[in-house]
């Protein structure tokens, strides 16, 4: 099934191949054991703790270039045909790259992988919850300054229960006033009134996760009439403890409810899983059939940050194989 993947860290999603070329110290073992992360954390703040193993390793242009195509040899394999990749330019400065750099290096890697492999995608910059308010800003205007790349929109990560909004308000209101889309996580360590708190205040078409959403049924209205897409990762959420257990997900819940939702690996190492595991999951748990699952892929591709002319040969794409597989 030709797939659509919004919800992805970048560097969050390493290939035990791609780490053991950036360090040949690393063992398999360790890298079991400290990019891995186990099938229940203590929490989300619990869960983020081994995202430096990965960011630590993608410190040159090199680095960077290598794993941007390591993670297009995933998503080869799992047949993405649309990707949006994210991640946080700031955390990529610690040999002496400038944000610029960093962006400049994945975007045109991107766009080498494109070409190679066939699959689209786009990149989102990410801000972090514990930033302050100019880190903030800056990763807001990397994206105004990248427009007309593969850079396409703004996202903030991160801690949602340690660290209030309130830093990065200015980051994405300048965003909308550029005119640039935003993205946001929500919903994941915190309930519906986090949901609401991101919405009102930075105005996303999409929200990161946002399951539990859930919890308040005038939310999951809001959510449904107003198309408000929720890139949705159920591993990653029963990791996080943002739900109990895979089959208490309210992904199925929300889907019935007519809320518009694509499905989602998050951060592929940590989690230790493929979009196609996470879908045969959704068939195991749900009962999901190709109906659903092709469901969820065009509702994504109607929420993608890409230009129409492709997002519309990617629909027709996607209709041809449904025509097929009846
Ligand atoms: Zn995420």
Redesign the pocket.
Known sequence: MPKVEL?L?LDCSLSYAAVARLDPSISRQQYEAEFIAPPQCASLADFLTRAPRGFQLMQSRDALRLVTEDVFEQLGADHVVYAEL?FAPLLHLAEGLTPENVVETVDRATEDCIAATGIEARLILCTLRHYGEQQSLETAQLVERFRGSRVVALDI?GDEAGFPIDAHIAAFRYAADQGLSRTA?AGEARGAESVWETLRAFAPRRI??GVRSIEDPSLVEHLRRERVHLEV?PS?NVQTRACRKYAEHAIDRLFRAGVSVGINT??RTITNITLEEEYARLREHFAWSDKELLACNREALRAAFVEEPVRARLLSAMEAFEQAAQ
């Open positions: 919800h860290h994210r990560a996580h990161g996760h990762c990653s998050d951060a």
